[in-house]
C-alpha cells in the first residue's frame, strides 16, 4: 500500500516495529523510514497506518514516540487496521483533542488487493476530512467509501467478515460434497459460477479448495481476531449472530490442526479430516 503511494508521486516515510522491512522497502520504493512512528508523522499532510489489532494500534499512535505526538496541528491521520469501533472512537476523539482529525478505514481484498491496488476501503469520520482523504487512499483503494461518523468503518468492515465466514463454510461444504460424489469440481465450479451461486470466494478459492491449496495471504489467526471483534460487538448490542459464531470455533479446530497461517479457505481441511475419521 505504501509502494502505490509512492508510485502515485507522494513523499512517503514509513515505519515498521520490524526495521529489516522498512529498509526493505526503502530499497525497494524509494523514500525514506524513520525509527519511531513519531518520526515518521513529522512533516506530513496524511498519516497512515496498518497493524494488527487494538493494542498493536494504540503502541503506534499514542505516548511519547506514537504517531499523534509528531502530527501538526490539522493533519489527519488515517487507519487501515481491523480492529473495533470502540478504538476507533477512542483515538478520534484524542485526535480531537490534540486537534488532529482521524479516520477509521478498514480494508477489505486480502494481501492481492493491496498488491494489486484493488482495496476495498470502509471509511468512518468527517465527512469533510473524508473527501480530503480520499483521493490519496485511491492509490492503492479501488472503492473508497464513507460509511458514517468514527466507528462506522469498523463496522462495516465487521458486517463484511460475516458475510465472508458464513460464505467460506458454505463453499468448503459444497465442494467436500461434491468431491465425494465424485464429481468433476472444476467443471461443477465453472457451471454452478454462472448463476445464483457465485461469489468472490467461488471465484477466487473454490480451485484452490479442491486443489487442496491455502497460500493465500489472509490467515485463519487474523480471521478469528476479526470474528472475536464481531462476536464481542455483537454482544455488546444485543446481536445474535449463530452462524458466526459456530464458524469461528470451526476456524478454531484448523487451528489446533496447526493451520494457524492457512488462509480462510482451509475451513474445507477441517471436513476432510473429519471424513477421514
Not at 523514500?31 to 515518521?40: E, F, M, Q, Y
Amino acid at each position: 500500500m505504501a509502494g502505490h503511494l509512492a508510485r502515485a508521486g507522494h513523499h512517503v516515510t514509513v515505519y515498521n516495529r520490524t526495521k529489516a522491512k522498512a529498509d526493505q522497502w526503502v530499497a525497494e520504493f524509494g523514500g525514506k523510514s524513520a525509527d519511531t512512528p513519531r518520526n515518521a508523522a513529522q512533516d506530513a499532510d496524511i498519516v497512515i497506518s496498518c497493524v494488527g489489532n487494538d493494542n498493536d494500534l494504540r503502541s503506534v499512535v499514542l505516548g511519547e514516540s506514537g504517531a499523534f505526538a509528531g502530527m501538526a496541528k490539522g493533519t489527519t491521520y488515517v487507519d487501515h487496521t481491523t480492529a473495533s469501533a470502540n478504538v476507533a472512537r477512542e483515538l478520534n476523539a484524542a485526535a480531537a483533542a490534540a486537534g488532529l482529525h482521524f479516520v477509521d478505514g478498514p480494508v477489505s481484498g486480502g494481501e492481492a488487493g493491496a498488491q494489486k491496488g484493488i482495496l476495498t476501503i470502509m471509511c468512518g469520520g468527517d465527512e469533510a476530512v473524508f473527501t480530503d482523504v480520499a483521493p490519496v487512499l485511491s492509490a492503492y483503494g479501488r472503492a473508497v467509501t464513507r460509511i458514517g461518523g468514527p466507528g462506522a468503518g469498523q463496522l462495516a468492515k465487521m458486517v463484511n467478515q460475516i458475510a465472508i465466514a458464513g460464505m467460506v463454510q458454505a463453499l468448503s461444504e459444497a465442494v467436500h460434497f461434491g468431491q465425494h460424489a465424485g464429481l468433476d469440481m472444476p467443471l461443477v465450479l465453472d457451471v454452478i459460477g454462472k448463476g445464483a451461486a457465485a461469489s468472490w470466494q467461488m471465484d477466487n478459492r473454490g480451485r484452490t479448495m479442491v486443489e487442496d491449496r491455502f497460500d493465500f495471504g489472509f490467515a485463519v489467526d487474523w480471521m478469528r481476531k476479526d470474528l472475536g471483534l464481531c462476536l464481542e460487538e455483537a454482544q455488546r448490542t444485543g446481536v445474535s449472530l449463530p452462524v458466526t459464531a459456530l464458524v469461528d470455533q470451526f476456524y478454531a479446530d484448523v487451528q489446533a490442526m496447526g493451520g494457524n497461517r492457512w488462509d480462510t479457505s482451509s475451513l474445507i481441511r477441517r471436513l476432510r479430516r473429519l471424513t477421514d475419521k
